[in-house]
């Protein structure tokens, strides 16, 4: 199933986004998704996101079989923000232990590094030599 997006058209606080779905050996289909503006404000979703989510849920749909009206719901956009506010979380998470994986080994490399302690030398390992 190919799903192509045609735009959008405004009708006052919410936008009906068009798309045409193709499928192999069947003629194509076109369908609305709409979507209340209000949503996106409320759950801090970008505009520019609704073509995509809307498609999503177009594809959802009529993988349930479900035919008739296809709307972006406050779940639906509740359930995006949490995912996306989750791989937030998840990609700090993984910055900070890159971090601390950085600087414990870059401390240990630090020492072993020839720049870091050029021109102190290495102290003698035996017990009252001159070292050189």
């Given at each position: 199933?190919?799903?192509?997006?045609?735009?959008?058209?405004?009708?006052?606080?919410?936008?009906?986004?068009?798309?045409?779905?193709?499928?192999?050996?069947?003629?194509?289909?076109?369908?609305?998704?709409?979507?209340?503006?209000?949503?996106?404000?409320?759950?801090?979703?970008?505009?520019?996101?609704?073509?995509?989510?809307?498609?999503?849920?177009?594809?959802?749909?009529?993988?349930?079989?479900?035919?008739?009206?296809?709307?972006?719901?406050?779940?639906?956009?509740?359930?995006?923000?949490?995912?996306?506010?989750?791989?937030?979380?998840?990609?700090?998470?993984?910055?900070?232990?890159?971090?601390?994986?950085?600087?414990?080994?870059?401390?240990?490399?630090?020492?072993?590094?020839?720049?870091?302690?050029?021109?102190?030398?290495?102290?003698?390992?035996?017990?009252?030599?001159?070292g050189h």
């Open positions: 199933m190919e799903i192509r997006y045609l735009g959008f058209e405004q009708q006052e606080n919410s936008r009906a986004y068009r798309f045409e779905v193709l499928q192999k050996g069947r003629q194509a289909r076109r369908f609305v998704v709409k979507a209340d503006l209000s949503l996106f404000l409320a759950y801090h979703v970008g505009i520019q996101e609704g073509p995509t989510l809307s498609a999503s849920k177009l594809t959802s749909d009529l993988d349930k079989h479900l035919e008739g009206v296809h709307e972006l719901t406050g779940d639906d956009l509740r359930s995006h923000a949490d995912a996306r506010i989750l791989a937030e979380a998840q990609r700090a998470e993984m910055r900070k232990a890159g971090r601390r994986r950085h600087v414990a080994a870059g401390s240990h490399a630090d020492e072993q590094s020839a720049w870091r302690n050029f021109g102190l030398g290495k102290p003698s390992s035996a017990a009252g030599g001159t």
